[in-house]
T-cell receptor
Framework: GAGVSQSPSNKVTEKGKDVELRCDPI?????LYWYRQSLGQGLEFLIYFQGNSAPDKSGLPSDRFSAERTGGSVSTLTIQRTQQEDSAVYLC?????????????FGPGTRLTVL | AQSVSQHNHHVILSEAASLELGCNYSYGGTVNLFWYVQYPGQHLQLLLK??????LVKGIKGFEAEFIKSKFSFNLRKPSVQWSDTAEYFCAVNIMIYNQGGKLIFGQGTELSVKP
């Protein structure tokens, strides 16, 4: 079946602009995760959704970052007033239930470059 | 704070050599352990996982890993690597916190280059 998809695959923006990154999880997966992969920081957890609610936002690096999920499916990660340090690959993952024995399946990522 | 440490940043091997990539984690509670692989130009894929039971787990493409609880380790092994194993390998720990899902904590990754 279809895997996790993300769009756009690449995004170049100017410092100070807002960007939106989209994630389509595997159909039927209730749990959705956002991670960031950057040089020097590796892979970092950002936020976790169970359905439309976000019980764990502990990884969001600042209040410029926000995310929402609608209909228990598509999620959007928004970065306001982008900074150069936001340049990274943003990865989305989904899992069936978010439970203890779940495996997370990753999308291809969105490469964000802030000039 | 919980963390995962991968000892090797870049490993270079010749085909048919044996591979062992180290992974240690710091967390005193129950963990689930994973190895993910990222081939050039592709997304992260699950290689193998450990939840409970036999501490020696086998994954795809001939990989295996051993969970040693006393050493907080989950090392990845393959007896004979192939050029197609060239990729970046990530060890990850899933720490379950009640009602907060199972976020993955990743190691820094190990880049494996296999020379034909």
């Amino acid at each position: 079946g279809a895997g996790v998809s993300q769009s756009p695959s690449n995004k170049v923006t100017e410092k100070g602009k807002d960007v939106e990154l989209r994630c389509d999880p595997i159909s039927g997966h209730t749990a959705l995760y956002w991670y960031r992969q950057s040089l020097g920081q590796g892979l970092e957890f950002l936020i976790y959704f169970q359905g439309n609610s976000a019980p764990d936002k502990s990884g969001l690096p600042s209040d410029r970052f926000s995310a929402e999920r609608t209909g228990g499916s598509v999620s959007t990660l928004t970065i306001q007033r982008t900074q150069q340090e936001d340049s990274a690959v943003y990865l989305c993952a989904s899992s069936p239930q978010g439970g203890r024995h779940d495996t997370q399946y990753f999308g291809p990522g969105t490469r964000l470059t802030v000039l | 704070a919980q963390s995962v440490s991968q000892h090797n940043h870049h490993v270079i091997l010749s085909e048919a050599a044996s591979l062992e990539l180290g992974c240690n984690y710091s967390y005193g509670g129950t963990v689930n352990l994973f190895w993910y692989v990222q081939y050039p130009g592709q997304h992260l894929q699950l290689l193998l996982k450990y939840f409970s039971g036999d501490p020696l787990v086998k994954g795809i493409k001939g990989f295996e890993a051993e969970f040693i609880k006393s050493k907080f380790s989950f090392n990845l092994r393959k007896p004979s690597v192939q050029w197609s194993d060239t990729a970046e390998y990530f060890c990850a720990v899933n720490i379950m916190i009640y009602n907060q899902g199972g976020k993955l904590i990743f190691g820094q990754g190990t880049e494996l280059s296999v020379k034909p």
